[in-house]
């Protein structure tokens, strides 16, 4: 295990989560992929700090948490509101600002 | 430990591909969860340890039971869920996410990543006693900045949620 496999692993995940985000019509599983993405990123962090030998990159995967969590609370409160309003969850029928 | 590196590398990629093609958003966030419990697993080989307790607690806990609460409270009919129903995607992304991953791939080999094997220093262990001097000197501020900002976030969510302001 070498800290390039730990990367690698990290981009895999993050394109994963990309593609969910590209493919994927449900606000509920855009939101969920880009918490993977979040994680792909925290988790490249954590092996650079694994790496360089001291723990600040381990502190930072510690704020990207936190902020995963604030990003989630607003994200699910968003997509309640706008269930309320327009009673989907379907990203493409969320176009006012298109038209 | 490569080997358990590859157990969990396993578990990661194949429970994110699943939850990102799983019809149901149920199936989708427990999935995710066991990703996330995955990714706890490398934290550990890395010995990240208060990261691995705080991944699971607040991934695998707190966020996906605040993501199936959002679901229930939904309550999506079998009508709602065929609209959202399969993956669509178009070549380019898929010809980009190759390029992206190969990029990464690429850059990792020129940085010299995969010369030596990651072996972990005293001193970069992370226990909860060797984080919190961190924490709460040199990264004091942000911390604060922190949970101001989830403060911000606690009342934007009520705020947004809430039926009508009086």
């Not at chain 1, 295990?1 to 995940?13: C, E, K, P, Q, S």
């Not at chain 2, 992370?126 to 900045?145: H, K, N, S, V």
């Amino acid at each position: 295990m070498t800290a390039g496999h730990l990367v690698v692993l990290a981009g895999v995940l993050f394109t994963l989560g990309m593609l969910g985000v590209l493919a994927r019509r449900n606000i509920l599983v855009i939101l969920l992929s880009v918490e993977l993405m979040l994680n792909a990123a925290a988790l490249a962090f954590c092996a650079f700090a694994a790496r360089a030998g001291n723990l600040d990159g381990q502190i930072m995967v510690f704020f990207v948490i936190c902020v995963a969590a604030a990003e989630v609370a607003v994200g699910l409160a968003i997509v309640i509101a706008l269930f309320r309003l327009r009673e989907t969850v379907n990203a493409d029928q969320v176009d006012l600002l298109r038209r | 430990m490569t080997a358990f590196f590859w157990i969990f590398a396993l578990l990661i990629v194949g429970s994110a591909l699943l939850a990102i093609t799983r019809r149901n958003a149920v199936s989708t966030a427990l999935w995710a969860s066991l990703a996330f419990v995955g990714i706890a697993g490398e934290f550990v080989l890395m010995r990240a340890f208060f990261l691995a307790v705080v991944e699971v607690l607040v991934y695998a806990g707190a966020i996906m039971v605040l993501f199936l609460f959002v679901i229930m409270l939904l309550n999506l009919r079998e009508k709602d869920l065929r609209l959202t129903e399969m993956p669509r995607l178009h070549w380019a992304g898929l010809v980009l996410s190759g390029l992206f991953l190969l990029g990464v791939v690429v850059t990792c080999r020129r940085a010299g990543l995969f010369d030596e094997p990651l072996a972990v220093r005293a001193e970069a262990v992370g226990e909860t006693a060797a984080l919190a001097p961190l924490l709460f000197q040199r990264y004091l501020l942000p911390f604060e900045i922190a949970s101001f900002l989830l403060l911000a976030a606690i009342v934007g969510a009520v705020l947004l949620t809430k039926r009508r302001l009086s």
